[in-house]
């Protein structure tokens, strides 16, 4: 099997409408899907993550062709850091078609079916205590039990107070300032004042170049302490038990690889996300069926928001579930047309 010819087309997908309310900023953003050929037919399809330039994606495609992706190395692949996922996504398609297996399978195998995820609600500017209680109430007819909030200390006790009273106390609630929350004292101020709220974590709520402080605030206060492993040492978190919960991510591999460390310190995982698009959502699924302790909602949420996610077949996503795709390689199709809709000028060809 060869690599013959590579196609990349950038897209933007906007939120559905009920989401509107939302900032859309990240919508906005574009993205690269691309699907690379063989010459026995096979298409592997990839996304990337938002803001990477189609030309970045094009000059590291030419270097894949000719290439057979049997023979290449799935833990290893070599491209660019902000590249490996795309390229990840796309052999592991083909290698899954290829032996006619899923690709958690390719990743040591399946520990679930199905993937607890989360809700999402961004920090809305003006009113945003009864903007997110709207996005809580829709997310708990929809049968999700946890929603993520992108916090601010001058108006989260007024937000977690607002969801509770439109999802009621059941909704999990993760808090996630961005390390807004500044310092310590700030932090375990607020902690006080949400006692007795269905609060998940605080995630990053201090800045991170100073685990020490993660240190002392799970000394201080009983809300878990979660923090994103992006720009951290991992194993420096973990030796200075510096967290309850880990949100990693990274190619699939490396999700493992993260994980797999925190699993040896009994710590938790989670998916972290960029509120993407199908194709990516569909490969988080894989890494989090076969990681043992990826036990948390992970950020699965573009169906939550998007418009379209650019498949024949959605996501499966029923009470907070997402199925894992059980068909080979990533287990999901492009759907064209919509690929055609959501496209920002033409489709390039690398031969």
Known sequence: MRIIKVETTTVTVPFVERMKI???YLAKIPKIIMKVYTDEGLIGIAESYRGISEESVITQAKKIIGKNP?????QDLGFPARLNYVFEQAICDLVGKSLKVPVYKLLGGAYRTEVPVSAWSPHHGPKTPEKTAAIAELAAELGYSVIKLKARPWDIVETVEAIEKAAG????IVCDPNTRFN????AVKLARKLEGHNIVCFEDPVPKENLHWYVLLRQKIDIPIALHIGGTDIIRAVKMEACDIINTGGTMYEFKKNAAVAELAGIPVWHGSGNDLGIMEASYLHACAATKNATLTSDIFGEFCRENDLLVE????????AKVPTKPGLG????????EKYKIGKTHTVS
Do not use: T, W
Request: proline share 9%.
């Open 22 to 24: 939302l900032n859309e």
């Open 169 to 172: 106390p059941e909704m999990g």
């Open 314 to 321: 959605p996501i499966e996503i029923k009470n907070g579930l």
């Open 70 to 74: 049997l023979e290449m190395n799935l």
């Open 332 to 339: 999901v199709e492009i759907d064209d047309s919509a690929l």
């Open 183 to 186: 310092q310590p004292s700030i």
